[in-house]
């Protein structure tokens, strides 16, 4: 028994080393966040905050981005449960109903996830316009939305597939339409899928900056674009901007400490097993 | 089983619910308030008069503190001066406009374009906008604001196409200043001045041989960019005003494949090798500024938005004291030359409300206007009548010299090169800057930028 | 396990003809649905819709549109074909789709192959010209070809091994696992450009007493031999240090999907491997790691995709150095910075292209074979 004690120690400190090397950004971005600014330089960078901890960075960054965390949520929240939706039924129909060519649809809307997107601002930026949705919220959830659905797609045929027919065919004999099996039956076993891509999504949603910056007018930017604002064009004051980055991403931090584990969950349950 | 169908056609006018429900968000109020202790003014929607005033879009990426301040403190001139119409101030940061640029690009290929918008004076705003006919000329404008007569003679041309003028140059930085830490200086026992003594780019790289010896850095640089700014300096340095201004000439009268670029080349090889070895991983240019005023290290070329940095109170500067903790002199062999660079705003074809952008250039161009952006930006008037007193002591400097130096354009700063042969020559410069530097790569060098002159400049292919 | 075709137990039970049968409350359902939306297109196309001040005339006409299809779909289920219900689910997907991925990709291509340069579009055909100079012109490309394969190989070999290192450690049942599990999981949230500033001082390679970051800790602990040049270091090494900030971020993601498909192993194997006389490390060499295969393909795509287009870490990373080049951030500034449209096109499809090279063998695969992804 000793030798596994031997072991375990011998684990918790890899653990704990490793833990160091995670926690190490976020000490140095919490620590930066507390300084004042003449504080801020590379060479003092592990010093710690004198006279005080600087509160007034967080209170300057969270004025600078309050109104654009507002655009964020609301741009976020409707797009990872639409998106989660909408990848639902395609991967339950391309899990479990193989027609001739679902296939082949499948690996067409897959390949959708590796364009750039840099090489299509500008179609989708006219596009947005002529279909009047460019400019405010509502257009960027559904840009979201739609360059989402490869991914989505992606996770829920894979975890659908990792479900055994037989629940299926159970229904089907039961009298139950697709949609009904749907239903009934797929959509209740779907949460851990479900927590999987809604925390996805909403981490790629919030922390995207390209098509936000592309998409919406001054007045409806996410909170990325008011972010990299703070950054500033010739003078960047790193103590705002990092307790400012720590708040921006506040959202997204606590949606993984808190649901971190049913997104653990999913995957484990076979979200994106082969 | 119709249950079914009908609760699957219930979801789905649920899933349309939520799609209108996220539509009817609580609108975000459309500030862009800067991050500085300075009392800002905020672009309000100004809820007082009726009917409620037209907006006008300013595009530009003035964010930071100085720079937001200025920008600030023109619109609140314009708030009083035109009080039916409403600033709305969409900018947007990144490195030297770069992520603004790409929003701007996009926006003018969708037929999209805001009320007015920063570009650089010369190149940058004809080669791009012009020649794209996406601005109007302001001949009108200036003769019937006289802007015209104010504005110094050798700009006048730089912002033309034709004999006509297409942008309001709003100010005046200067790209080839040399900052220094007497201390700095003192300590490595030199004697020079750098304000008199640097006459050829050889009597600067004895002083920086000594200051080396010493161990401190000579030179400092920064971020990629700050590479083309040193570049620039060091080849009008090297070659002089006239034959600088013979490069971008159509066609160019100095020949790219010249002694004297090959000159310039050599020269910049050994400025570089005066400079910190992590130069390209520091974030931006500050970094290597403050190096100097830390006492790291002795030079730091930079435009003269660096003055703001040294000497403003906290926390837009480090409110250091000039000519004791840093001074400042023309880079070395400029002599006499002013490298400059202009923010201007310019007149969209197709402007969406003409009129507001017209109030806007016309306070752009005005002595109100630019008094109160420059001193708080840290750079001179365009115009030439400017009261001076609001001014600190280096940018009354600066206005003199403007007044009396022969003027030559920046390259870094979108001047003298269209984008597209800038970014040639970036390219070729960082290119350089990761080889080994010998001859055979100055060689390269030169043929990189002959080849960048052909494709995209000026030259003849 | 992946090879065996899973038996098309759910295909038609009904032949392919039709067969409409009527449900009368699910019909006038489906008429109300798609009057409704129809209607609301209608009035919409003639007026604009404002509510609360904010314009939601395409709103508006997209639910109207939805509506209506929800009516269409539910009269298409009632002709009792799943294939062709199925197809009619997963329409506007595919809609989506071939306009904003296929469509958008065919703008670019043409632009491609143009000579768009400057604000003005010009369509003037230029064959492969942008192509043929990229690779035999420019320098700058190849160094972002090899700094793209120093990244992508890092990358993904630095994910998996870690991933799996994290993930056989956290199945050793100890306590505190869901603590290590978050602190390992949770870089994830961070935006790429915020990691790669911190990393950037992180990693500041700067020495004498300018030393700063790692390089300070490591003097301080007396570990002098550990200070690097990390990405200043010359080429190709300082592209691997690139790697490290995007590990850190994403190997708590492959820990995940490695955890998940060791627990799928049965415990009952497991047990029975140890019945047997095997050792721990045998169990996990012959056992566990050959049915990790599936979803180390799995990570190798997602991972792999998101390498290759690879821009905002190193822009903030290293500033745009032409030594931590990479393809996207030359399409970047050729598009933008320079407005050469069509060079920073033709950039941008062989990004794609590379990306294919990886994945359409597979998925071509995937299709002949009908195994899953």
Known sequence: MTRRIVVHTLIYIVLIALSIFYLLPIYLMLLTGFKAFNQVDLKTMWALPNAGLHIQNFIAGYKQLAPNLTNSLVMVIPEAILSSLLGSLNGYLLAKWKFRSSNLIFSLILFGMFIPYQSILIPLVKFMQAIKLYGDIPGLVLVHIIYGIPITTLIFRNYYA???????????????????????????????????????????????????????????????????????????????????????????LLVYLFLGRYFLRGLMAGALKG | MYSRKVNFALFSLLIAAILVLSACGPAATPTAAPVTQAPATQAPVVPTATPAPTPVEIFSWWVGPGEADGLAAMIKVFNAQYPQYTIVNAAVAGGAGTNAKAVLATRLQANDAPDSWQAHAGQETIANYVTAGQVQPLDDFFKSTGFGAVLPPTLLPLISKDGHPYSVPVNIHRSNVLWYNPKVLAAAGVTANPKTDFKTLNDFFAVC???????????????????????????????????????????????????????????????????????????????????????????????????????????????????????????????????????????????????????????????????????????????????????????????????????????????????????????????????????????????ALVAACSSDGTCAK | MGGSTEPPILKERRPMYRKFKLNLPQFILAIALIVLGLSTDFSLSRTELDVAGKNLTSIGLLTGGVIFYVGILLIISMFQNETILSIAILFPSMVAIAIFVYGFIGWSIRVSLSKWKGLKPDFTWAGLTQYVNLFHNDPRFIIDIRNTA?????????????????????????????????????????????????????????????????????????????????????????????????????????????????????????????????????????????????????????????????????????????????????????????????????????????VAILVVPYLVQNMRTETQL
């Open chain 2, 209 to 447: 041989d000594k200051i080396k010896a010493a161990g401190k850095v000579c030179l400092s640089l920064g971020a990629p960019w700050t590479a083309i700014h040193l570049f620039e300096n060091i080849m009008i340095g090297t070659m002089g005003a006239d034959k600088w201004n013979g490069l971008w000439t159509t066609p160019p009268t100095t020949d790219w494949n010249s002694a004297d670029v090959k000159a310039g080349i050599a020269n910049f090889a050994k400025a570089l090798s005066y400079t910190n070895s992590d130069a390209s991983t520091l974030p931006d240019w500050q970094t290597a500024s403050k190096m100097v005023s830390d006492g790291d290290a002795a030079f730091n070329i930079m435009g003269d938005w660096a003055y703001g940095y040294f000497a403003n109170p906290a926390p837009n500067g480090l409110a250091l004291k000039p000519h004791v903790d840093f001074d400042w002199a023309v880079a070395p062999g400029t002599y006499g030359i002013f490298n400059f660079l202009s923010d201007s705003f310019v007149l969209p074809v197709n402007a969406k409300h003409p009129d507001g952008t017209m109030a806007w250039l016309t306070v752009a161009a005005s002595k109100a206007g630019q008094e109160a952006f420059n001193p708080l930006k840290g750079s001179i008037c365009a115009r030439t009548d400017c009261d001076q007193s609001l001014f600190s002591e280096y940018s009354q400097d600066a206005a003199k010299d403007w007044t009396s130096n022969v003027v030559v354009g920046s390259l870094m700063h979108g001047v003298v090169a269209a984008p597209a042969w800038a970014n040639s020559i970036g390219t070729a410069i960082g290119l350089f800057q990761a080889s080994k530097m010998d001859a055979a790569a100055q060689a390269d060098f030169q043929k």
């Open chain 3, 150 to 354: 120093v990244f992508t190989v890092g990358f993904i070999a630095g994910c998996l091994l870690l991933g799996l290192a994290l993930a056989i450690l956290l199945d050793q049942k100890l306590k505190g696992e869901a603590i290590f599990r978050g602190i390992f999981l949770f870089p994830m949230s961070i935006s790429f450009i915020a990691s790669g500033v911190v990393w950037g001082w992180l990693m500041n390679p700067a020495t004498g007493n300018r030393i700063t970051g790692i390089n300070l800790i490591f003097q301080s602990l007396g570990l002098k031999s550990l200070i690097s040049l990390w990405h200043s270091t010359p080429q190709p090494w300082g592209m691997a240090f690139t790697v490290i900030p995007a590990v850190w971020q994403l190997s708590g993601f492959t820990m995940a999907l490695y955890m998940g498909g060791i627990r799928s192993v049965s415990e009952d194997l497991r047990e029975a491997a140890r019945v047997d006389g095997a050792s721990e490390f045998q169990i996990y060499r012959y056992i566990i790691f050959p049915m990790l295969q599936p979803v180390t393909l799995s990570a190798v795509i997602i991972l792999g995709h998101m390498s290759l287009k690879i821009f905002d870490l190193i822009v903030a990373l290293g500033n745009k150095d032409i030594r931590l080049d990479v393809p996207g951030i030359y399409m970047w500034t050729t598009t933008f910075d320079g407005t050469n449209y069509a060079r920073g096109a033709a950039i941008g499809i062989l990004m794609l292209v590379s």
């Open chain 1, 162 to 252: 990792g479900i055994e027919t037989e629940i299926l065919e159970a229904g089907r004999i039961d009298g139950a339409s697709l949609m009904g099996l749907y239903r009934y039956i797929m959509f209740p076993l779907s949460a851990p899928s479900f927590a999987v891509v809604i925390i996805w999504q909403f981490t790629q949603a919030w922390n995207e900056f390209l098509f936000a910056v592309v998409l919406t007018n001054q007045s409806h930017w996410p909170v990325t674009v008011a972010l990299n604002n703070l950054a500033g064009s010739q003078l960047v004051q790193w103590n705002v901007l990092m307790a400012a980055t720590l708040l921006a991403a506040l959202p997204t």
